[in-house]
């Protein structure tokens, strides 16, 4: 580039200049969430909605080497941050929202959320003021919600280079009260368990039972409630489990080091058909369907403990094991 040139601002024919304050066009009353994994976008293409621009074309600026900068401020919004970054929550379990504003004259300048600061681009490519907003939904957890939440939403647009006067201007570009309902049925907003704690009696053992295989199984069920809708064909619900193990399907107990808790025994559990549980995500087994009530998806584990013996003499003494579950229900 020439140091001896100029940064040109080519504005609209009217000769207006953009706008020092431009409101945020309302958003679509409804959108529909489709079926993603978390961290996806939950729609098909992004939201787009157009700035109240009293202006067209939009200016924009060539020609400006890279000595100078443009960005976007950081936002004031009511919406609270999620636990991915540039993404807020909506207050809808398991939706977000990245806002991002860009133009049509040239997209890929405005490819991230606010904030952000970039160097103006050097001879060739223009830079054109922004013109739209892109909403993109994008699944934060497991459980996922629907329903209505709105918001406020203000970044300001900013120029600097050697040949803009004032040197760095901002615009601001502000959303007041910008509303949508989300909607989706191919969710389950949660799914739990009634009871919290699931207690297995294993009763006594004799150590010579146990040395034989012969120790006694004890049955026991895990029943889960999944919320949010009543689909047609029920979506699979999975389990895998979280403990102190061997390997999959055999648990060490608890405080095993200790004097009074017995020695070379552990607890083998298998689902009702000798499946080993599984202790990673990977392998995670189905939970059976049960039932359906309104809004109410009913399903269930079903499996079976029993003493054997790992390593080494056994002896006697206190022998429980604790076993945590987790729920899959994508």
């Known amino acids: 580039m020439d140091r001896s040139g100029t940064c040109p601002l080519r504005p609209p024919p009217n000769q207006k200049t953009y706008p020092d304050s431009t409101p945020i066009s309302p958003l679509p009353t409804t959108i529909k969430l489709d079926h993603v994994s978390i961290g996806q976008l939950m729609t098909k293409d992004p939201i787009t909605v157009h700035l109240a621009l009293t202006i067209n074309p939009v200016p924009n600026w060539t020609n400006c080497g890279n000595d100078g900068e443009y960005g976007l401020t950081a936002p004031v919004t009511t919406l609270q941050p999620s636990n991915i970054p540039g993404v807020y929550e909506t207050g809808i379990p398991g939706v977000g929202i990245r806002i991002k504003l860009t133009s049509r004259g040239n997209p890929d300048f405005w490819s991230r959320a606010a904030p952000f600061t970039r160097p103006t681009p050097s001879s060739g490519p223009t830079l054109y003021a922004p013109s739209e907003v892109v909403f993109e939904f994008v699944r934060t957890a497991m459980g996922v919600g629907k329903g209505s939440f709105s918001f406020d939403y203000e970044t300001q647009f900013f120029i600097d280079t050697n040949y803009t006067t004032p040197k760095r201007p901002h615009y601001r570009i502000v959303g007041t009260s910008l509303r949508t309902s989300l909607e989706q049925d191919t969710y389950f907003t949660s799914c739990h368990t009634p009871r919290t704690v699931t207690d297995v009696n294993m009763?006594?053992?004799?150590?010579?039972?146990?040395?034989?295989?012969?120790?006694?199984?004890?049955?026991?069920?895990?029943?889960?409630?999944?919320?949010?809708?009543?689909?047609?064909?029920?979506?699979?619900?999975?389990?895998?489990?979280?403990?102190?193990?061997?390997?999959?399907?055999?648990?060490?107990?608890?405080?095993?080091?200790a004097p009074h808790v017995a020695k070379g025994v552990g607890i083998a559990v298998t689902n009702d058909k000798g499946v080993a549980l599984p202790f990673t995500k990977e392998s995670a087994l189905p939970l059976a369907w049960q039932s359906s009530d309104p809004n109410v998806e009913r399903y269930r584990f079903s499996g079976q403990a029993r003493y054997v013996a790992t390593t080494g003499e056994i002896t006697a003494g206190k022998a429980d094991a604790t076993l945590s579950y987790v729920l899959q229900y994508e």
């Open 203 to 257: 009763g006594r053992a004799l150590v010579a039972e146990i040395k034989l295989g012969q120790a006694k199984e004890h049955a026991f069920s895990l029943d889960v409630h999944c919320e949010g809708m009543n689909p047609a064909t029920k979506p699979p619900v999975k389990v895998y489990f979280v403990g102190s193990a061997v390997r999959d399907g055999l648990l060490n107990l608890d405080n095993n080091r």
